[in-house]
């Protein structure tokens, strides 16, 4: 099932009409209300395939949003990528040479022998991203999955998802080996730094329309809790009713496969809960994988890539759950 191509749902916006800013970073537009409050920036296209950030931003930019506090930088990054989507390749369109989402440190960024599409793309960025304070990066994902926030590590990532209210699950994880991603870079990163935060969202399968309303939904209201817009300056209908509950999540460790023989126990979309530790997830060389603790939760299990040492999953620790107090009715 994993292996067939998903549906697309939806269509790419031709966003060439956004190449020329005032920034002068091609599709990178930043609008200062030339009153105060934080920058704050929404960003699409980080991986050149996943669509449904580029929808939200498009949409944004041709409204003519502008912030009413503060400043407001409207982004497309890998343009390169999305230049080369193919719908009969869709997922070659993620990156050119490598994952921009693997950059993000300054010793990488500086070292000049190092070269590539999205180095390149990423120091005509940098000088943006090194001023915003508030980043949202909109993202989607390869398998069918409700959802998440990515959080990062850090405990002002997990308070400003749970200000933020959606999407349900919140993942709290260091990120990967390979390099650093965006919404950990410098500031954001930075425990002590309580001035720059950054969430990620992964809003669904890349192709399905619901990635869109999730993208709109936690756009509008990022924006909001920042305080650079009012809520009548939005497209009508963004927001979604809020879920009753978030769970925090301590993302622990890998499953990864050590052979072709691995199979889960059950067609897993991600998220399932499992409230016993023993519980049999899957089977790897005919041996029982289980979950490790009480209240575990499978993030993004995909067999897509399917080889030894590649992870299949990775296993999660539900550490809170918020209740939302009731806003009556
Ligand atoms: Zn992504």
Same mark, same amino acid.
């Given at each position: 099932?994993?292996?067939?191509?998903?549906?697309?749902? #939806?269509?790419?916006?031709?966003?060439?009409?956004?190449?020329?800013?005032?920034?002068? #970073?091609?599709?990178?537009?930043?609008?200062?209300?030339?009153?105060?409050?934080?920058?704050?920036?929404?960003?699409?296209?980080?991986?050149?395939?996943?669509?449904?950030?580029?929808?939200?931003?498009? +949409?944004?930019?041709?409204?003519?949003? &502008?912030?009413?506090?503060?400043?407001?930088?409207?982004?497309?990054?890998?343009?390169?990528?999305?230049?080369?989507?193919?719908?009969? &390749?869709?997922?070659?369109?993620?990156?050119?040479? +490598?994952?921009?989402?693997?950059? $993000?440190?300054?010793?990488?960024?500086?070292?000049?022998?190092?070269?590539?599409?999205?180095?390149?793309?990423?120091?005509?960025?940098?000088?943006?991203?090194?001023?915003?304070?508030?980043?949202?990066?909109?993202?989607?994902?390869?398998?069918?999955? &409700?959802?998440?926030?990515?959080?990062?590590?850090?405990?002002?990532?997990?308070?400003?998802?749970?200000?933020?209210?959606?999407?349900?699950? #919140?993942?709290?994880?260091?990120?990967?080996?390979?390099?650093?991603?965006?919404?950990?870079?410098?500031?954001?990163?930075?425990?002590?730094?309580?001035? &720059?935060?950054?969430?990620?969202?992964?809003?669904?399968?890349? $192709?399905? +329309?619901?990635?869109?309303?999730?993208?709109?939904?936690?756009?509008?209201?990022?924006?909001?809790?920042?305080?650079?817009?009012?809520?009548?300056?939005?497209?009508?209908? $963004?927001?979604?009713?809020?879920?009753?509950?978030?769970?925090?999540?301590?993302?622990?460790?890998?499953?990864?496969?050590?052979?072709?023989?691995?199979?889960?126990?059950?067609?897993?979309?991600?998220?399932?809960?499992?409230?016993?530790?023993?519980?049999?997830?899957?089977?790897?060389?005919?041996?029982?994988?289980?979950?490790?603790?009480?209240?575990?939760?499978?993030?993004?299990?995909?067999?897509?890539?399917?080889?030894?040492?590649?992870?299949?999953?990775?296993?999660?620790?539900?550490?809170?759950? #918020?209740?939302?107090?009731?806003?009556?009715?």
């Amino acid at each position: 099932m994993s292996m067939d191509a998903y549906p697309i749902e #939806v269509a790419f916006p031709d966003i060439t009409m956004h190449e020329h800013s005032s920034s002068g #970073v091609a599709y990178v537009h930043t609008f200062d209300s030339g009153t105060p409050g934080p920058h704050v920036m929404i960003n699409a296209l980080t991986h050149g395939n996943e669509v449904c950030g580029a929808i939200v931003v498009d +949409q944004l930019l041709r409204g003519g949003l &502008k912030p009413r506090r503060g400043r407001l930088t409207l982004s497309f990054a890998n343009v390169a990528a999305y230049g080369r989507f193919d719908p009969a &390749k869709p997922d070659a369109a993620r990156f050119v040479d +490598q994952d921009f989402n693997r950059v $993000w440190t300054a010793k990488v960024l500086d070292d000049t022998s190092l070269m590539s599409s999205e180095l390149t793309r990423a120091r005509a960025m940098r000088p943006v991203i090194d001023s915003v304070d508030l980043l949202l990066d909109l993202h989607s994902m390869h398998e069918k999955s &409700k959802p998440l926030i990515v959080a990062g590590p850090l405990q002002k990532g997990i308070d400003l998802s749970v200000q933020v209210g959606t999407p349900a699950t #919140v993942i709290c994880d260091e990120g990967h080996p390979e390099g650093r991603r965006m919404r950990d870079y410098e500031g954001f990163g930075d425990p002590s730094n309580m001035e &720059k935060n950054a969430l990620l969202i992964e809003c669904g399968q890349h $192709w399905e +329309q619901s990635a869109v309303a999730v993208a709109r939904d936690t756009t509008a209201r990022f924006l909001l809790l920042s305080g650079v817009i009012d809520e009548a300056d939005l497209p009508p209908d $963004w927001l979604a009713p809020l879920p009753p509950v978030q769970h925090i999540v301590r993302v622990t460790q890998p499953v990864v496969a050590t052979s072709m023989d691995f199979r889960f126990a059950a067609p897993y979309t991600g998220l399932e809960i499992f409230a016993d530790a023993g519980s049999v997830i899957g089977w790897s060389n005919g041996e029982a994988v289980v979950t490790p603790y009480d209240d575990c939760m499978l993030v993004m299990p995909s067999l897509r890539q399917l080889r030894p040492g590649v992870t299949v999953v990775r296993l999660g620790k539900i550490e809170q759950t #918020v209740t939302r107090a009731s806003t009556g009715g």
